[in-house]
């Protein structure tokens, strides 16, 4: 649980800065859109759009928006991390407040603000003398449903590299590690809660003219944000930090506890940017948001580079290379020595019952069979490419975390599975990987990958090149079970710890 301090203080950073941006802008657009009907339909308008999209598919839209941008205007304007999702959650804070504000400037008494006008008020006296007093209590009640909205939301910015309780969240979920998920859900809702009851002492301070508890919840308000963000405070040395990504599943977790282990050792820094996804995580090696990570050479091959056919594995790593140093300036260190393709697997005897050994054979069975996914699977070109050369026609397709699609084959929810062939639970739940015989899944090396910088620095490179080619394909599955298995699960960190000892590192 040591994660947490460091977490909630990023966490709180980054919802109150939303928040307080929230504040700044709906406070002003308020008082004009209860002027302005015409400002007010366009405004409420808006931020009531805003709230009908999901959060994660915000947080994930400007993603490309800021590359795009950054791309227009030469560069500097990060895409991923704080900026992103600083902006997202300022707009989910704004409904509330605004709505609150044009409400409560609305509902004051005709006859009070005619007898404002009466004794010759101009309407800036107008609106801090009469108008803002009587709308306060109603104001601060949006503000309280912001501040919860946007504390809840933040646990998502995981997902564009922002660090916050969703880490612990996102990593407890795709590791079975309920403490974790726990830990990170407490922490949230006793934030949230936290700062409710405080705002709510500002509210009845307001409501009853009390002034000492309004200065007395602001203080403790203040008070605690600050010794809440101290893990953030500046401390000197950090100019060697660095950020080690990964994606959102338990071998990918491994991978970069064991590369942040090398790269401690040799003296840096690291920190930790967990659960990524396939596009996201390059790009931000790319920009220089994540020093290094473990890719796969299919995905590269397919996502990034759109290429079709593939090549030979050892010759498809050397093009990704060449291509990734040439396109983005990203460093590829090389391939740790195993491969982990998308493998289409099923349980071993529902296989040898339906004579199923093949993806050809799968083709005459699919469709009474339900395929689970992992959640990028079904979107991904590998799985374009397996239609283009099977004609497989599925009863259901069903998407899962990975943890939980290899649930939904054990239960019988699922009959199907686009499995991954280090995941040490297909032979510890002898389940049958079919064969593919027209090839159309490209080779899924395991490659490191550094940033710009990064591929200039002697020493960073030569912590991380002992694990070029050191890690066998059983012993990645050993390690990933050790994670995945129901009992006696290890966590990332110790799991790593082990593939270390194994392979003599």
Known sequence: MGRVPPLLAQHVLLSFTALAIGIVISLP??????RNRTVG???LGFASLVQTIPSLALLALFYPVLLSLSALV???????????????????????ILRNGVAGLDGIDPAVIEAADGVGMTPAQKLRLVEAPLVAPVLIAGIRTAAVW??????????VGQPSLGDLIFAGLQTQ?????????????ALAILVD??????????????RWLVIAAAAVLAIGMAAATAPLWPRGGDERTVVVGAKNFAEQYILARLIGDRLERAGYRVEYRDGLGSAVIFGAVAGGDVDVYVDYAGTIWTNAMKRGEAPARLAMVAAIGDWAREKHGVGLVGALGFENAYAFAMRGRDAAQAGVKTLDDLVRVAPRLTLGSDLEFLERPEWAAVKRAYPLRFKATTPYSPTFMYQALASGRVDVISAFSSDGRIAAEKLTVLADPRRAIPGYDA???????RAKDARFLAALKPLVGRVPVDAMRAANYQ???????????????????RIGL
């Open 447 to 453: 490659i490191l990958l550094v940033a710009p910088d």
């Open 74 to 96: 030469g560069g500097g304007i990060p895409a991923l991390g704080f900026l992103p999702s600083l902006i997202a959650l300022t707009l989910y804070a704004l409904l509330p």
């Open 150 to 159: 946007t504390i809840g939301a933040a646990t998502l910015s995981t997902t």
């Open 197 to 210: 009851l405080l705002i709510g002492g500002i509210e009845t301070g307001l409501k009853r003219r009390r």
């Open 177 to 189: 590690n309920w403490a974790l998920v726990l830990a990170g859900c407490a922490s949230a809702a």
């Open 41 to 43: 339909r366009i405004a």
């Open 483 to 501: 994670v995945d298995r129901e009992a006696d699960k290890a966590t990332p960190q110790a799991a790593a710890a082990w593939l270390a000892k």
């Open 29 to 34: 657009l308020g008082v004009w859109s209860a």
